[in-house]
């Protein structure tokens, strides 16, 4: 399987809960967290297997790829 | 930097870790808990029906500090609006009701008000408890100690502790700083979703609907809530389902057989949170660590309650880490297995045996009989002659 492109993940703030599921699901290493106790949001993924996505109850949030390093 | 000295260093002050740090320091530890919110229990992710045993078993008074309402029995639906009513004022009238000398199942408690009574408890049996403190890490000594980093308003503190207690819940960090294999699947974990509702009425009874068309993988519930108030919420499992647990919420309150009586429904409050039907974790200790709670997956994974095993978790945790320490036993991952052990003797064993029959029922394909098993393990489960029903 090809090597999944990293990727940004932005969260809808208005939406959110703060349930915490995403950080719950989430297979990254310790810390992968923003401070608002959602998975982090300015660092890249390179996962990118969307669980995260998945389980948010209110669906609020989406992802871009990572911008390129120059 | 500061170099305090710890017998034990726990991280979370939820139902686990306050529990934990109270029992350790009732047996004389040195006992440090903290917790990185401002106010504990909020934002809520928890609907809070906890059983009156669960609560005295570890010593907590039921009290009007945290009680929403108080439970003497379940309701269980199937799709269709089946009923199995266990209503504990009709099957045991002596002893269960509201009446002098009668006492109520259980409680649906406000998790703010509950955890903060569970933290003063622990202070005052001569916890040490700081907020608004965040675990950043930790490192073992050569000395056969380990070091906690700690951001305690902004500011870094490093604590030095024979043993930290990651009760940090499902959101757990502690246990991947050790390495353990915390990851939990998408197909163990439920997405949930709950409104606090005005204009629903209630009965005393924890309402339990099962069903794939409200609640795929999972189920539905409608809890009192005090005050003429209720919850109705549910999760679901996304990979059996392509919506999100808000869209099976609002179909579940406008199209199922309760839309009449969710018709004027008012909504107060919005929660959610992630509950795992998974099995606990394999692995739940590693050198000068141990995890407890929703850290080390103590959950109930056919009704994914998680207060009372968090509470019973921590009073194994903190009378095994007592003893331990007063005997003078290094905490090397090999003498920690024995708190393992013990849980599993005492409440673990079980969940094991919940969690392959929670298997058992969500392996089998055809929907209809897997919703008629899981009304009847949900109708079984909560009967008085139920094996499990202590946990
Ligand atoms: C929607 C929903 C409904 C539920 N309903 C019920 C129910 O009705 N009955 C029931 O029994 N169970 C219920 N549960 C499960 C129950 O809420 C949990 O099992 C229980 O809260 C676990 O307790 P805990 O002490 O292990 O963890 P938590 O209560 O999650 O406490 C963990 C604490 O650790 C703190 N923390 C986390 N990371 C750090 C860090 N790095 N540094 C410092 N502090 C940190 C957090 O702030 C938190 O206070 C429900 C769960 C959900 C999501
Ligand atoms: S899962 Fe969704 S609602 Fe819950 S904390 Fe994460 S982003 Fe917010």
Redesign the interface.
Known sequence: MPKKEPVIFFIGWNACINCGACVAVCPQKAGFISPFDTIAVNTPCDIACMVCEDICPVSTITHEPAPKPA | MSTSQYDIVVIGSGPAGATTARVAAEQGLRALLVDKRQELGA?V?CSGAVSRHALEEVGIQPADEFIHEAIYGFGIYDQDGSETIIDYRQLKPDEYGQGANKKPLGYVVDRRRFDRCLMTMAERAGVEVWLKTEGL?YVVNSSGSCTVQLRHFNKEISVEAKVLVGAD???S?VG??AGLHT??K?TE?A???QFVVDQVETDGLLEIITGHEWAPGGYAWVFPKGYGYAEIGLGVI??MTKE???WHLDQFIQHSFFKTRFKNSRILE?????V?LAAPLRTQYSDNLILVGDAARHVNPITGGGIHTALSGGRIAGQFLAKLIREGVAPTKENLAGYQEQWLEELGNKMWQLYKEKCQIFKTKNLKRRDAMLYQTMSSYFSPHSEYKKI
């Open positions: 934002p992710q890490g819940g499902l959101q960090q991947k700083w990851h939990i998408l974990l997405s949930c979703l996304r990979t999100n647990a808000q919005i929660q959610g949170g992630g795992p």
